[in-house]
């Protein structure tokens, strides 16, 4: 008689989800009068108020390291330039009156709407100038233009 | 005068009562969704700051309905296009008409049926208008002059007038054991009890029949496990030309349909606003006791038992819609035809031996 192991099968199905709901009910119940419960009646996180924690590697917006007089440690190298696969850094060397450090960038830009995260630029960079590690997620801008990030928006 | 006023107050009340529950019910359909499936659901939408649980979404939902472009296709029957939603939007909200929500109440010496009207073929005029309410759907389909839409509709046609059929069958059953098509006696007939103790439910009485009836009134309301007509993964169904409002008033129907069905399986097979041993003057416990109650308080409880049955069934069709993955066609219309319909003929013959002994 498959039709009855069917029957039994479907009954049974239905019983899983009223087995969900009332299990979850009860724990929202709970947390709701402000007891506390082992877990809470949905794994939901509530996206903009409450974030997970991104791991110590994850690789998020870029950050352009200082030095302790306040300036970027970047001395123009050109290293993440000539290293970016989507070739979205454009950096312009100026001279720095400082003879230990040659050179600065007069103008630092990578343009966010190119760049694939992917992070040589940081393993490139010898003087630990660049990272990402700001846990900044959400790049977003209205025009092209809001997505040149310049040395102002990254250190 | 004052009887078509009382009437009027009725189908005021009664409509608001149908509508308010639908609106609910979309709330409820997403919260219970989530909450089965182990999230959250809506809780965004918020009045001053005041988020409850997501209870604005409805209404944010509807208005952002009523503001959406109404866009009829040019290449459609206009007339027909636009008079299809309002067709299965009307064929079920009379429904509610023949609904009884509880007994009669007697104020200032005049008897008052809560019941929009008691029709002595209440049954049979609930059921011509659940059918009629395929006319909605086949039109859409058809005016829309969109072969999907008309794929949709007439896999609604024909899946609904073949339950139709299963639905009819397993009602048959409970017109034989309380022999009344008259919706409010068919509930006075469960208040009575079986061996004393037991109440004369639908559902005690005719177990098969309420199966099959459950069966086949999820397909009526054409909801996910029967969902063809709308087959939202190959065709998208009768109402792929709709938009804002008159796409809300096919997917309001859905829910009202639900409703409907609540009412019907709680009217037909859990008694209705009968309580258990609850009397017009009070409850008279099988193992002798008696609890005098107030008239008004008796009234409150069958009322309330009524709404209380009707929220239980939406919250089982919205489980069943949750749990179960659909119907391929063909498969639809095997198990209708090959399971639903025999089943209900062996209930008819079950029921007719059983009442000659």
Known sequence: MKILSDAVEIVRGGLITARHFVVNMWFHTWRFLGLRTKRAGAVTIQYPEVRREVAPRHRSLHRLVRRPDGKPRCVACMLCVTVCPSECIFVEAAEDPDPEVQKYPARFTIDLSRCCFCGFCVEACPEDAIRMDTGKLEVAGRARADLEYTVEKLV | MVDVLIVLIKIVLALTWFLLLTLLLTWVERKESAVVQDRIGANRAAVFGRRLFGLFQPFADAIKMLFKEDFTPPFADRALHTLAPFLSFFFVAVTVAAVPFGDAVVVGGKRIALQVVDLNAGLLFILAMLSLAVYGILLSGWASRNRLSLLGGLRGGAQLISYELALGLSLVGIVMVYPSLRLSEIVHFQGLNLFGFLPRWGVILQP??????????????????????????????????????????????????????????????????????????????????????????????????????????????????????????????????????????????????????
């Open chain 2, 208 to 357: 098969l029949g309420f199966v099959v009836f459950l069966v086949a009134v999820m397909a009526e309301t054409k909801r996910v496990p029967f969902d063809l007509p709308e087959g939202e993964s190959e065709i998208v169904g009768f109402f792929t030309e709709y938009s804002g409002l008159k796409w809300g008033m096919f997917m309001m129907t859905d829910f009202m349909e639900v409703i409907v069905a609540a009412c019907l399986l709680t009217t037909l097979y859990f008694g209705g606003w009968q309580v258990p041993w609850l009397g017009a003057d009070g409850f008279h416990f099988p193992w002798g006791g008696t609890w005098l109650l107030p008239k008004w308080l008796v009234t409150v409880l069958q009322v309330g038992a009524f709404n209380v049955k009707v929220v239980f069934f939406c919250w089982l069709q919205v489980l069943l819609r949750w749990t179960y993955p659909r119907f391929r066609y063909d498969q639809l219309m095997r198990f209708g035809w090959t399971w639903l319909v025999p089943l209900g003929v062996v209930n008819i013959l079950l029921t007719a031996v059983l009442l000659i002994i």
